[in-house]
């Protein structure tokens, strides 16, 4: 079992930055390759994929609305990821969740694809 514990978001105005952070944890997290990416999910509307990092990060892919703003990197000593926003928009406003699954997240931007999930953290943007 994984369990995973995002963080990190917060009130910013429009233009601003914030980072997220997704602590993962569980006896078989280091046993298995495992893909992480960061959904989110705005009020009235379905979960979205963000961007996507393979298990030695060598692999990323991002959303287009977010290409070129955000960064997804992880940190596997420490089991981490982290999702780095820039230049945010009140569009960017959602709840954010980080998202693991056991092997490649090539072309895995569907959230049924995923097998784990945190429980979320509260991003708006101001205008």
């Known amino acids: 079992q994984v369990q995973l514990v995002d963080s990190g978001g917060g009130l910013v105005q429009a233009g601003g930055s914030l980072r997220l952070s997704c602590a993962a944890s569980?006896?078989?997290?280091?046993?298995?390759?495992?893909?992480m990416a960061w959904f989110r999910q705005a009020p009235g509307k379905e979960r979205e994929f963000v961007a996507a990092?393979?298990?030695?990060?060598?692999?990323?892919h991002y959303a287009d609305s977010v290409k070129g703003r955000f960064t997804i990197s992880r940190d596997n000593a420490k089991n981490t990821i982290y999702l780095q926003m820039k230049t945010l928009k009140p569009e960017d406003t959602a709840v954010y969740y980080c998202?693991?699954?056991?092997?490649?997240?090539?072309?895995?931007?569907?959230?049924?694809?995923?097998?784990?999930w945190g429980q979320g953290t509260q991003v708006t943007v101001s205008s």
């Open positions: 990092v393979s298990w030695t990060a060598g692999y990323t």
């Open positions: 569980g006896r078989t997290f280091s046993s298995y390759p495992y893909g």
């Open positions: 998202a693991a699954r056991v092997g490649s997240v090539v072309a895995a931007v569907s959230a049924l694809e995923y097998h784990y």
